[in-house]
């Protein structure tokens, strides 16, 4: 029997761990073949939305991945409705390159999931979770094996403590995180941005930035070092 070809897909790419580890098991597992990147920026911070990394260490990842990316850029402040018309333009414009998939690094919350399949439909796109359902104390330590260089820049103060801003995602961030709060932080107690790892033909070298508050999150800022 002839090998089964994976799909060609667009990986939903928002800097973090999540979606580069799930990357990394797309093509592990043969579920994808992953062609390009997506994400969602904000346009009055030149930033990633939610995560608040740098457009300037977006560019770097796709370039350490070696994949182009497809930027959506959105208004801040941006309602629902003008969030669903810019993805969906995006999404119609990935489905005339002929891609009909798409993954996410979603681990277990349902309700984005449904979300997330329910605007794909009408599209003809079809999402991939690769690392859906596992359990995420022994997903967050098998990344951290498979050499995954990751920063929390984006934490929620109401779930997690401040001080935990800008910290390198490690057995060390594990041991310290608070009870309940998820290790890999998927009830939104924090984000990450990836600076290295497997999935990268080379590590980013950044510098830590300010650590400032904003609309009721904190944000750890990277900066990119010079580039080889």
Not at 7 to 34: H, I, N, Q, T
Request: net charge negative; with cysteine; charged share 25%.
């Amino acid at each position: 029997m002839a090998p089964v070809t994976p799909p060609r897909a667009v990986l939903s790419w928002s800097s973090g761990k999540d979606c580069a580890f799930a990357l990394l098991e797309a093509r592990r597992l043969g579920m994808a073949d992953v062609v390009a990147l997506l994400t969602t920026t904000n346009e009055a911070f030149d930033r990633v939305a939610m995560h608040g990394t740098r457009n300037a260490l977006l560019q770097r990842q796709a370039q350490a991945l070696e994949l182009p990316l497809i930027e959506v850029p959105l208004p801040w402040p941006c309602s629902n409705e003008v969030y669903e018309a810019r993805m969906a333009n995006a999404m119609t414009r990935v489905a005339d390159l002929g891609v009909r998939h798409m993954v996410f690094g979603d681990l277990f919350l349902e309700d984005v999931r449904a979300y997330r399949e329910d605007r794909l439909k009408p599209l003809g796109v079809e999402a991939i979770f690769p690392l859906w359902g596992r359990k995420t104390d022994a997903l967050a330590r098998e990344m951290i094996a498979a050499g995954m260089d990751a920063r929390i820049v984006t934490l929620d103060p109401n779930k997690l403590d401040p001080s935990f801003a800008g910290r390198r995602f490690d057995e060390s961030l594990l041991a310290d995180l608070p009870h309940g709060v998820d290790p890999c932080g998927e009830n939104g107690e924090f984000h990450t941005a990836v600076v290295g790892g497997p999935m990268f033909k080379a590590p980013i070298q950044v510098e830590p930035g300010e650590v400032v508050t904003r609309d009721g999150f904190v944000y750890a800022d990277l900066v990119p070092g010079p580039s080889d």
